[in-house]
């Protein structure tokens, strides 16, 4: 057979390749086998189906419940309630906590019996109690500071000390070495040396400075820094008295006004044995630790009792 050119020849080739019937025959039986085996296979997957339905049916109902009840409880945010409880307070307490009631030591509270006096009738912050054995002339002295609760506390254990060589007594004539009993407060301090360091007012004696013992002097109990010209026949040339005033403090006792019928000069002061003049001995130790610790904040006082 005669083809006119190539490209005819080739499309004649190319026809009778795929239109003859040996060919189409072959591709119409492979299509109907895989159309066989996937009909077979999802009839196998509907009855496997099927049966694990009816069979676990239950047991799978069960399990994806607890599931989907278990999401809800965890997984799944809520927003809080805004119902208020029926047992909540509806209004803040009246009565606020009180705080534990304050108490003063019991040798607070002793001291205080001791010498007669209240805890009311304390409105200082530095105290000192000087209990007097009459019968061996000594007497110990005890200091309390207040502290930011209340409390009176000790600053230090007390101080063991003398009185006058003629006892204490609330009544004392000029001329007589006794301890007056009673409650003074404490005006200044001074002495021969030099001011040790105290926060209380401290003058260092000169040989200008007297104290006026003379009971007919209108300077009588009186610091004088002078001594010509005075109206006065006795007193304590103070620049003189280095082992008693090396340093010493002065209580308002028979200070304002003066009684010249009372004794005068009353000082705590150094001493190692009852006084010849009447005041408190103490160790110049003692002394110091008193001058240190009095501060003029504190407004100490000193009760004095047996």
Same mark, same amino acid.
């Given at each position: 057979m005669a083809y006119k050119n190539d490209r005819t020849k080739n499309r004649r #080739?190319?026809?009778?390749r795929y239109r003859?019937?040996?060919s189409y025959k072959q591709k #119409?039986?492979?299509?109907?086998? #895989?159309?066989?085996v996937l009909v077979s296979v999802l009839t196998f997957v509907v009855i496997a189906s099927l049966v694990i339905v009816f069979t676990f049916g239950d047991s799978i109902y069960t399990m994806l419940d607890n599931t989907l009840d278990n999401i809800t409880a965890t997984d799944v945010p809520t927003e809080p309630s805004t119902e208020i409880p029926t047992n909540a307070p509806t209004e803040a307490p009246t009565q606020a906590p009180t705080d534990p009631p304050v108490e003063q030591s019991d040798e607070f509270m002793a001291l205080l019996e001791s010498s007669s006096m209240k805890l009311e009738d304390i409105k200082v912050?530095?105290?000192?109690?000087a209990q007097v054995d009459e019968e061996n002339l000594t007497c110990t002295i005890t200091c309390f500071e207040k502290d930011e609760t209340?409390?009176?506390v000790k600053p230090f254990e007390p101080l063991n000390g003398f009185i006058g060589v003629e006892g204490?007594?609330?009544m004392i004539t000029p001329y007589e070495a006794k301890t007056p009993i009673g409650l003074f407060k404490i005006e200044y301090t001074f002495g021969t040396r030099p001011d040790p360091g105290t926060e209380f007012e401290y003058t260092q004696f000169t040989d200008a400075d007297y104290w006026i013992t003379d009971p007919n002097s209108a300077n009588y109990n009186r610091w004088m820094s002078t001594y010509e010209g005075g109206d006065w026949s006795s007193s304590q040339w103070l620049f003189e008295y280095t082992r008693s005033y090396p340093h010493a403090i002065v209580f308002d006792y028979n200070r304002d006004p003066v009684d010249h019928s009372q004794g005068c000069a009353k000082f705590i002061h150094v001493s190692y044995e009852p006084t010849k003049n009447g005041g408190i001995g103490l160790s110049e130790n003692d002394i110091l630790n008193l001058l240190y610790w009095i501060k003029p904040s504190g407004n100490p006082y000193i009760k004095i009792f047996i």
């Open positions: #080739r190319y026809k009778s003859s019937a040996h #119409r039986s492979s299509s109907q086998t #895989r159309a066989a912050d530095q105290m000192m109690f209340g409390l009176y204490a007594d609330t």
